[in-house]
């Protein structure tokens, strides 16, 4: 009995402790605590972006807080082989988009933390001009993946693809173009890149597969994929 007590003595010191430290952790560097899309990435925004998936209230607050303004859609009747759930068409965000965007509030939330600390800031950094618009395939499609029988995370409004980047100088950032061509171009499409792999489930881009030569995909889904 007594080494049973030691044992739940300990137990609750190191939970004590735990959560201690979890209560000093900055905001965005705990995955317990709810998400700011506004704050700057941390180790655990991947885990909280994921909790909202599961929660639709939680992700819509949080889209509300960034001021991401929307339209919520009704959720597909169960059944359909591809549909939305917990799902919007985004009307405003930081950027314009070249295209309408249908995604789960999940999807969106990666979308904007994205596009404000990452794309923004890079083309500033990079080209000294802000970013003017966002190049888009579109997000929402009832399709196959390519070469594939199983269905796209596009089928269910998880996913978004990115063919380049309009800055207000006029200069036009294109994957195709200039992935792979050294340069301001090169340098600021794989820092993009590279920043979506933080934040989404799975990144895709031209050195995944000839069907992604001209663009970026980024998606919510399952697993963990950063090519």
């Known amino acids: ?31 317990f605590a709810p998400i700011d899309l506004t704050y700057k990435p941390g180790i655990a925004t991947y885990a909280q972006l994921l909790r909202l998936k599961g929660n639709r209230e939680a992700c819509f607050i949080a889209l509300d807080e960034a001021g991401v303004a929307y339209t919520p859609l009704e959720d597909t009747p169960h059944g359909e082989t591809c549909g939305l759930f917990d799902a919007l068409t985004l009307d405003q965000s930081l950027t314009p988009y070249s295209g309408t965007l249908q995604m789960t509030c999940a999807q969106s939330a990666a979308v904007y933390m994205w596009e404000r600390h990452v794309v923004r800031p890079a083309a500033v950094e990079i080209f000294d001009s802000p970013l003017a618009r966002i190049e888009t395939y579109g997000s929402f499609s009832c399709r196959n993946i390519a070469g594939s029988r199983r269905l ?18 006029g200069r036009v950032i294109d994957v195709e173009t200039h992935w792979g061509k050294g340069g301001k171009e090169e340098k600021f499409l794989k820092r993009v890149h590279e920043g979506a792999c933080g934040l989404f489930s799975v990144t895709l881009g031209p050195e995944y597969n000839a069907a992604h030569a001209d663009h970026f995909h980024m998606d919510m889904g399952r697993g963990m994929v950063c090519r």
Do not use: C, K, T, W
């Open 1 to 31: 009995m007594r080494g049973i007590s030691i044992f739940l003595a300990y137990a609750i010191l190191i939970a004590a402790i735990a959560g201690v430290f979890l209560y000093a952790l900055p905001q965005r560097h705990n995955p």
């Open 152 to 169: 796209s995370q596009h089928a269910f409004g998880n996913a978004i693809d990115i063919s380049g980047f309009r800055l207000e100088d």
